[in-house]
């Protein structure tokens, strides 16, 4: 499909009949984006569960900034943002397209800060590694809106609902990153044997699903508030927020249910959500 086509295809993107669902997906190892494994053929499989999007936009972890920003190129570049991984890994490229015009729209939808179009950044791999498996052609496109680690969890909470309306207009919104997450405390001994979680990590892993199925998003706004376990989940914010982001689009009548339940090495937990 030619440039043009893309572009006219997502710059006014009408309303449809029914809304697409919202997704949080734990990503975890940057090589579930080359391995078929339990997780990544999740989400191979989720892709098919759900409609196909007009287009895809992640909030992921590993785009943090000052202020808020969103991809708005025509083809964001790939980003490698790690090391210590085999050359497959580095050699993956994922083209799918990006959209200015759904920029240029999502920007427009949210009033409570200023969006600032991106023409540098790309797709990281919190997004790439998960969507190349849902989307393996690479014939949607993809953006990606960034964190401002300068805001409070509640902020980006509040951020996620001005988003709302692009769910009915076909665009499919993904918080990438991973409930529990302390690289810190990995327990590489246990690496090759998923479901492995410490005490705490199961623990906090169970309420934050409690919490989730019950709707009560303030607590886990206020996730500082949990205890001690909380505080090992979630030594840093930036994996956590994209659950944020993804519960602010829940709607009161969404179905919530979870898929890639499980732990893996010790301190990080894959667990995903999916709303509506």
Known sequence: MSL??????????????????VLFIGHGSPMNGIQ?????????????????????LVISAHWLSHGTRITSMDFPKTIHDFGGFPKELFEVQYPAPG??????????LVRSTHIEEDHDWGLDHG??????????????????LSIDLTK??????????ELAELRKRGVLIIGSGNMVHN?????????????YGYDWALEMNQRFKKHILSGD????????????????????????????????????????????????????????????
């Open 152 to 161: 409070s969890a509640r902020y980006h909470f509040e951020l996620s609902k």
């Open 4 to 21: 043009s086509v893309f572009n006219n295809f997502t710059s006014s993107l009408p309303k449809q009949d029914s809304q697409m669902p």
């Open 183 to 195: 690289l810190r405390m990995v327990a590489w001994n246990k690496i090759e044997e998923p479901g």
């Open 217 to 276: 998003f303030y607590k886990l706004i206020n996730y500082e508030n949990l205890g001690h376990e909380a505080k090992l989940a979630i030594p840093t914010p930036e994996h956590y927020i994209p659950l944020l982001y993804s519960l602010g689009l829940k709607k009161e009548n969404d179905e919530v249910t979870f898929f890639n339940d499980k732990a893996v090495a010790g301190s990080l937990t894959m667990t995903s959500v999916k709303i509506g």
């Open 99 to 108: 959209s200015p015009g759904l920029a240029r729209q999502t920007k427009e």
């Open 36 to 56: 078929d494994n339990e997780f990544s053929s999740r989400w191979t499989k989720m892709a098919k569960e759900i409609h196909t999007p007009r287009a895809v």
């Open 127 to 144: 997004p790439w590694t998960v969507v190349r498996h849902m989307y393996p052609e690479a014939d949607i496109p993809v953006l990606q």
